[in-house]
């Protein structure tokens, strides 16, 4: 069990995003494969990946079993573990940076990005989002307590102890620093990543989102279709707009994330917002864009839907997700 002690100041700093990117995602996704983990929600993945690992040309490191990874003979998540034990992963899951610019760590991580996440990452991030938004409703009506009450059958909340059943015995204090909580979906079990150089950053709450069989074989069939029929909609590049605006960025960001100029982003950015698909406000010096609940909409296009029972996403203390800043 992890207990994380939450005082009054930690509890204020708590905040809510919508996701640790897809190398993280990657990390939890080579744990799962090794496992044959995940169950039904997961079959069709599992099978597709360990298809197109048999079709390609393995790696030293991967092995084309069942599972399209080598199997370990290590108990149910013993390896992650001890990647959580060091800094990288925690700096990983804990990047305040653009989440989808960051380079995976080693080969076997790689691949298994190039073959089994990065070619469901828009659905995968829209199912997070929303993931995310229906916490922050929780929070919104019905405090604090009600949303860690609520985030997983595992998690265990008994004021002011967090208890986390993921497997590992440890005493986290936050000093603090707050506590981030997000959603994952290759991650098997809740865990909570702390550094280990114990500085003033705070450590982050990663709970499995939930996944049921009609969502996940969505989710896992419908790649390539849904990005079609939007950018028949709406055009090619900015359907990428909209499908990159699940994640709040600013106008710099949104270019590097679509791999054109900032002044090309903000001009599809004010196309779609007097088309009502995308509201922008000012911070500071920069300008933050998001989606409207039409935008949301449309961006789910050929996604997994999930009932947030909202029309708009509550944005504190959830604010913009990770690469928000200027």
């Known amino acids: ?75 149910e998540s013993e390896e992650l573990q001890q990647r959580a034990r060091g800094s990288w992963l925690f700096d990983l899951v804990s990047s305040e940076g653009p989440a989808d610019d960051v380079e995976c760590p080693d080969p076997v991580i790689e691949r298994v990005h190039h073959l089994g ?12 989002q929303l993931d995310r938004d229906r916490r922050c ?21 008994s004021p002011p102890v967090l208890t986390v059943a993921s497997g590992r015995a440890q005493e986290i204090e936050l000093r603090g620093n707050g506590l981030v909580i997000v959603p994952s979906l290759f991650l098997a079990q809740p865990m909570v990543f702390a550094d280990p150089a114990r500085t003033d950053r705070a450590p982050v709450l990663v709970y499995p989102a939930p996944l049921d069989l009609d969502t996940a074989d969505a989710l896992w069939s419908t790649v390539g279709a849904g990005d ?9 590049t900015r359907a990428k707009v909209l499908q990159a605006l699940t994640e709040t960025c600013n106008t710099s960001e949104l270019g590097r994330r679509l791999g054109i100029s900032p002044a090309a ?62």
């Not at 996440?117 to 997070?128: D, E, G």
């Not at 079609?228 to 090619?236: I, K, S």
């Not at 409207?292 to 997700?321: K, Q």
């Open 1 to 75: 069990m992890q207990n994380v002690h939450l005082t009054i100041d930690d509890l204020a700093k708590l905040k809510i995003v919508p996701t640790v990117g897809p190398v993280a995602e990657s990390v939890f996704a080579v744990d799962l494969l090794r496992r044959g983990a995940g169950g039904a929600p997961f079959a069709g993945w599992r099978k597709a990946v360990g298809l197109k690992m048999r079709r390609t040309r393995p790696s030293a490191d991967v092995l084309t079993g069942p599972g399209g990874l080598r199997p370990r003979p290590a108990p």
């Open 117 to 128: 996440v990065a070619p469901y990452w828009a659905q995968a991030r829209t199912h997070l």
């Open 137 to 157: 409703q929780l929070l919104v009506s019905g405090g604090i307590e009600h949303l860690l009450s609520t985030l997983h059958a595992w998690i265990d909340w």
């Open 228 to 236: 079609r029929a939007l950018a028949a909609l709406v055009g090619r």
């Open 265 to 326: 982003a903000s001009q599809h950015a004010t196309v779609l917002r007097e088309a009502g698909l995308v509201t922008s406000r000012r911070r500071s010096n920069t300008m933050l864009h998001s989606l409207t609940a039409l935008g949301s909409a449309l961006a789910m296009v050929g996604s997994p839907a999930l009932d947030t029972g909202m029309a708009e996403p509550a944005r504190s203390p959830c604010g913009p997700g990770p690469g928000a800043r200027a």
